[in-house]
């Protein structure tokens, strides 16, 4: 099925949503879902799109188990692993359905295309000064436009252009300069994790909420945090210091959708869909992984070096 079916189907609320919680079930109705179906009464065996809302880690580990056995068509948005409060829920879902897919996948191939035939990316705005060499060989979240049985879809895949280092520390990616953001978000893979991070986190999500940001990478691993115009470098190397990769760069992205009226004080994976760039760091498992997020920068303006 191709995800613009896939899609236009999902903002005219035809198809089925899965619901995990009582709170999501109440978010999906009042955007005008009626086709709701508990997520554990869900016959996963049949060739059917659908849609969900994992807001509980339990029900993400049994999407795990399901993985290649199922023949649905899968796509989610997985609050568990952010903020999975009623409000971050109705957010997230208001963002998801106002988006333009058409253009950003559009424009997500042209990133993509890019980023196939470069070496380095250069990118200056303000105090923002971020050089990116590429490696042979990319390692990348998702490039399909069809989807698959059996293949869970992170809903936000489709709405950015990310290269990833999963490999190793510098197997797709070495970053250096100061990137100036707007926002950030952060991952916990597991619920241990989670409240383990979640108050420095959070903490640092709303000092970012203020401006005055700045994170600084030398030799792709982050050197300097400044937050709502306040260093909190410390903190990071305190939340990161048992994480394989401490502060090492991740994720290298560019957003795809114009976003309105962005709440960078609520923790959503669809912020980090917002037309600009990212850059991410950690792996989401010892330690969370973030994701600074500035808006606006548009791969059209970086240099290229081929």
């Known amino acids: 099925m191709h995800f613009i079916d896939y899609f236009k189907a999902l903002k005219d609320r035809e198809l089925t949503c899965l619901y995990d919680s009582m709170p999501v079930y109440e978010s999906l109705r009042r955007q005008g879902f009626r086709n709701l179906v508990a997520f554990d009464r869900f016959d996963f065996s049949i060739e059917k799109p659908c849609f969900a809302i994992i807001s509980l ?60 035939v470069s070496d380095i990316v250069h990118i200056q705005r303000g105090a923002t000064d971020v050089r990116c060499t590429l490696g042979d060989e990319l390692e990348i979240a998702n490039c399909d436009l069809e989807l698959s049985g059996g293949w869970f879809y992170s809903i936000a895949e489709w709405f950015e252009a990310s290269v990833v280092n999963m490999e190793s520390e510098r197997s797709s ?19 241990e994790l989670k409240k383990k991070c979640h108050k420095d986190a959070d903490r640092l999500l709303q000092l970012v909420s203020q401006g005055k940001n700045l994170v600084t990478f030398e030799n792709n691993k982050l050197v300097s945090l ?81």
Not at 58 to 84: G, M, Q
Request: hydrophobic letters at 40%; proline letters at 1%; a negative charge.
């Open 173 to 191: 990616f070495s970053l250096a300069g100061t990137l100036e953001f707007d926002g950030l978000i952060y991952l916990a893979n597991n619920p």
């Open 57 to 116: 880690y339990e029900t993400h580990d049994k999407l795990k188990v399901l993985w290649d056995t199922s023949r649905a068509y899968v796509s989610h948005i997985a609050v568990a692993k952010f903020d999975n409060s009623i409000a971050s829920i109705d957010y997230a879902l208001e963002r998801m359905l106002a988006v333009d897919a058409a253009k950003a996948i559009h424009y997500r191939n042209q990133v993509y295309e890019a980023f196939s």
């Open 226 to 306: 400044i937050a709502g115009g306040q260093d909190e470098t410390a903190c990071l190397q305190r939340m990161f210091e048992r994480d394989r990769r401490e502060m090492s760069a991740t994720e290298f992205a560019f957003g795809c959708v114009e976003h309105d009226a962005i709440q960078w004080n609520i923790n959503s994976l669809l912020n980090e869909s917002t037309y600009g760039m990212h850059i991410g760091i950690g792996m989401g498992q010892q330690a969370p992984h973030i994701d600074f997020i500035a808006k606006g920068l548009s791969f059209d303006n970086c240099t290229q070096a081929s």
